[in-house]
């Protein structure tokens, strides 16, 4: 009993992280304790930090990197999770060493599964709730636990239970996969804000020629979180304001393309300067990756200084466009 409380206190951030992830964000407890399994994983490789870094996110984009380790870990258990970016924007700006896109873990499977079912079973199962998975399982839950909860992001919620999932074949290697569910996106939780990203089909005249085709299932995932979700708060030195234009072609070109939709800056009284501002970005995705992955980050921006990081609504703020 005391190694167990000893487990629980070592491990308390990732506990605080697993709670926020089912209680505030409405996830799937055991998909949670494969995502926490990976994470351990990355952070086991070398890239130091990866869940405090993820943890310091607002919600939205916390669920991104959800998406994303969940895509990872369904090739891990050699399936395509239908409806999911092969990119890992989120989760390579908070890696050592950027992973070009999800098919790595289709080729690094006998390397990295073992090692993450063993920190599935060794650290998630026994210090993330009190629950226990079988033996045998293999990245999702069961059908009966889940299947009338599962549910893509953007459609409504039934008092009813959903339809039972299509049958998978089962394959040699993992021969109860038929008995899993695989959600097409994060689960949210009902009462929760309605910032979900949806995904929706661009327009026929813009969509790209099937040559093309790679680039358009990026083009397909369209961001309809609320401004507030997607954007940077910036300050200024005192007495020290940047332009917005400045600010704009300064983002664009750190992340190499045109990114930002909107700045906006403080509406100082007369006679005063603005020291503060909001940046609203095109996707909460790039939120991570303008600022590398770091709570803040600081900028020169044409010799003057400005500080970045996460948006956070507040009525004390007032902003000029």
Known sequence: MAGMREMAIFYSQ???FFHRLVRDLGQEKEHMRWVIALWLWFEADGNDKFMRRAAALPGPVVLRFVDEALACLARLAGRVLAGASTLLPCTNALLNKPIDDVTYFDEHRDNIMPRVKLLYKTVCRVVLDDACASDNAVFFPSRSSTASATRAIGTPVLASAASPPPQTPTTPRFADMNAIVTPRFSQLNAMAPPWAPIRVAPPHHLQPQPQHQHQQHQMMIVDRLPEEFRSLFITFSRGYPID?????????????????EDVMVERAAPGQMPV?????????????????GEPTAKFII??????????V?????????
């Open 14 to 16: 990732e506990r605080s």
């Open 276 to 292: 503060y501002g909001r940046v609203v970005l095109q996707s909460a995705d790039m939120i991570p990756v303008l600022l590398g």
């Open 244 to 260: 917005k234009d400045d600010i704009r072609e300064f983002f664009n070109s750190l992340h190499g393309r045109p990114c930002v």
């Open 313 to 321: 609504p507040c009525s004390r703020h007032t902003f000029q466009a």
């Open 302 to 311: 044409k010799g003057r200084h400005l500080w970045a990081r996460v948006y």
